[in-house]
């Protein structure tokens, strides 16, 4: 099991960055294949990043693509999501999430099996 923590969010103005950090307690963090989400008011949560265990494979949704960056740190047991020229529409709540399923969709949050509380994320225009 594993317990994750978000920080990093806050407001910000178009085209500017934000960095989101996942801390992870437990010794099994490096077990977990890692993703981000993003809940926009009104919206379902979508998928935003993936990144496997050892940090040499990443997705990214078209819509952040080239402007976001996931990351991991398997010692100090923490996943990031860089963002980049931000834009009002990346306004929501950013979660991140450890994948415990090894087949399937890893954009679908049933691949998920443990969630941060989630961080805001508000970009002014």
């Known amino acids: 099991q594993v317990q994750l923590d978000e920080s990093g969010g806050g407001l910000v103005q178009a085209g500017g960055s934000l960095r989101l950090s996942c801390a992870a307690s437990g010794r099994t963090f490096s077990s977990y294949p890692m993703g981000w989400f993003r809940q926009a008011p009104g919206k379902e949560r979508e998928f935003v990043a993936y990144?496997?265990?050892?940090?040499?494979?990443?997705y990214y949704a078209d819509s952040v693509k080239g402007r976001f960056t996931i990351s991991r740190d398997n010692a100090e047991t923490t996943v990031y999501l860089q963002m980049n020229s931000l834009k009002p529409e990346d306004t929501a709540v950013y979660y991140c999430?450890?994948?415990?399923?090894?087949?399937?969709?890893?954009?679908?949050?049933?691949?998920?099996?443990?969630w941060g509380q989630g961080t805001q994320v508000t970009v002014s225009s």
């Open positions: 999430a450890a994948r415990i399923s090894w087949t399937g969709n890893f954009q679908k949050q049933n691949q998920y099996a443990y």
């Open positions: 990144i496997n265990l050892s940090g040499s494979i990443t």
